[in-house]
């Protein structure tokens, strides 16, 4: 195959094809996930989504208002450093690789802390050994990270499937047109619910009051505003990426459909 050969040249040819008939939809290129650069952006992402979820154990707060030591005009949690660039990759794999591939990034991602969830609680039960005196910092850290889990996973499946179904679906009707559209849309929309489920199932009795619904706020706003900084950066990553991903075709959306993978 030629991948130099364009998206818009194939798709005459093959939007009679019966798998484009039965699938009832646009097909516009993906690549394989089984290309040559899949499986680095995976690792990538499940390593982001790890780091950044234990990272945001800690409550960070900045700028206090007036003289209460408990109020703040911004309230963050650690994860804030790292998460949005895991809606970024999000964003590449679900661009360059499609609806199929970025569920197989969620469901990797979901048992990566699943995984480090049942580790972290095997080594605050187990004994310390001697000279060890750091096992209350440690539970006070990690002990805590269950509930982080429980949160992320929650807001992170429903927002990561939201995100990646959006941007498909939004391809499938504009093509490899205003990609900044779907990009912006997709992030709108997954960051939204991962941003509402995560807060309320970690912090929520845990920041008081109002600075819970500032805390809220603040991590919607700030995830996009990430996006939209780092906008012109993912687009010539994905660039990158489908020039190099020789598999890049609507041939690969064809034969998704085929076997029945349809968004």
Do not use: H
Not at 143 to 159: D, H, K, N, Q, T
Request: proline letters at 5%; glycine letters at 10%.
């Amino acid at each position: 195959m030629n991948a130099e050969t364009t998206p818009e040249s194939r798709e005459p040819r093959l939007a009679s094809t019966p798998s484009a008939q039965t699938a009832g939809a646009r097909l516009v290129a993906f690549a394989s996930s089984r290309g040559r650069y899949y499986a680095v952006v995976l690792a990538f992402f499940c390593v982001a989504l790890l780091v950044s979820n234990i990272s945001a154990t800690k409550v960070i707060a900045f700028f206090p208002m007036g003289d209460s030591p408990d109020s703040y005009w911004i309230v963050a949690d650690g994860g804030a450093f790292l998460f949005p660039f895991v809606y970024i990759m999000g964003d590449v794999i679900s661009e360059v690789y499609g609806f199929a591939a970025a569920r197989k990034a969620v469901i990797m991602g979901f048992i990566t802390q699943l995984g480090a969830s049942l580790v972290f609680l095997l080594v605050i039960v187990a004994p310390p050994g001697p000279g060890y005196d750091g096992q209350e910092a440690f539970e006070a850290v990690l002990g805590f990270y269950p509930r982080i889990v429980a949160a992320s996973l929650a807001g992170y499946c429903v927002g990561q499937m939201l995100n990646a179904f959006v941007l498909v679906r939004i391809k499938r009707r504009m093509g490899e047109r205003a990609l900044w559209v779907r990009l912006l849309g997709s992030t709108g929309v997954g960051e939204a619910a991962d941003t509402v489920i995560f807060c309320t199932v970690a912090f929520a009795g845990v920041i008081p009051g109002g600075e819970f619904f500032k805390y809220v706020l603040f991590g919607f706003a700030y995830k996009v505003a990430v996006e939209v900084l780092f906008l012109p950066v993912t687009q010539v990553v994905i660039r990158w990426f489908k020039k190099r991903e020789g598999t890049y075709s609507v041939e690969t959306d064809a034969e998704r459909m085929a076997e029945g993978a349809r968004v």
